[in-house]
């Protein structure tokens, strides 16, 4: 049975590519994702064939990937962070969906072995930076609407406001998106302080990473870019400074015990 391994490679430090990513990306002759990831896997990548699609043609790797796996060949589909959220898996399984509903024309796709493979994801990144902002409940939230209504986003956002979650912007703003991210700005004001601690991440664990730690009530979609995530703190979340070093930490409820 020919097999495809769906897989996170966390968010770009070689260090932090899981264990079992790594076994699988030495198995495999052919690896599928963006070329950008591929860059970044450097020295693990020598004797691999590359299938490089740019961003936007997404359905197109996991079409290929599927493709690839059912002509016999060991195949990696990448993604960063974990591949499971906000990212490649879920086409594969779309895909086999649309197939097993005869919609596709792809039967051999179906005599695929699939093992989806974790990583380390941004917001589990981002967090780690500052200390440990996912302290208690959080959610993430992308404020891309490419795929998602933008009703849908809002209604989120509020639900998130009203629940007082952490919470994890994916895709915060792009070229053509400059707006949304002051827009879950004000509706999450709306359910805690300005004060409230954010976190802006760019380019975690790459070479090129800034970490800005800032309010809810000065956070600016200017200061971000599609390279970018951003966390925001509930109504308990802390920055503490000692000296030069600061944190963000959000309790879980253990002061009750302190």
Known sequence: MSKLFVMGMGPGDLGLVAPNATKALAACSDWVAYGYYLDLLGELSEGKTFHDLPLGEEIGRARLALTLAAQ??????????????????????????????????????????IEVIPGISAMQAGASRVGAMLGHDFCTISLSDLLTPWETIDKRLHAC??????????NPVSKKRDWQLNHARDVLLQYRPASTPVMIGRQLTRPEEEITFTTLGELDAKDVDMFTMVSVGNSDTKHIKNGEKQWIYTPRGYSKKL
């Not at 406001?161 to 994916?170: K, M």
């Open 72 to 113: 016999g060949k060991s195949t990696a589909l990448i993604s960063s962070g974990d591949i499971g959220i906000y990212a490649m898996a879920t086409l594969v399984f779309e895909l086999l969906d649309l197939q097993l509903q005869g919609k596709e024309n792809h039967p051999e796709w179906l005599d695929v072995e």
């Open 161 to 170: 406001g009203a629940g007082d979650f952490v919470v994890s912007f994916y």
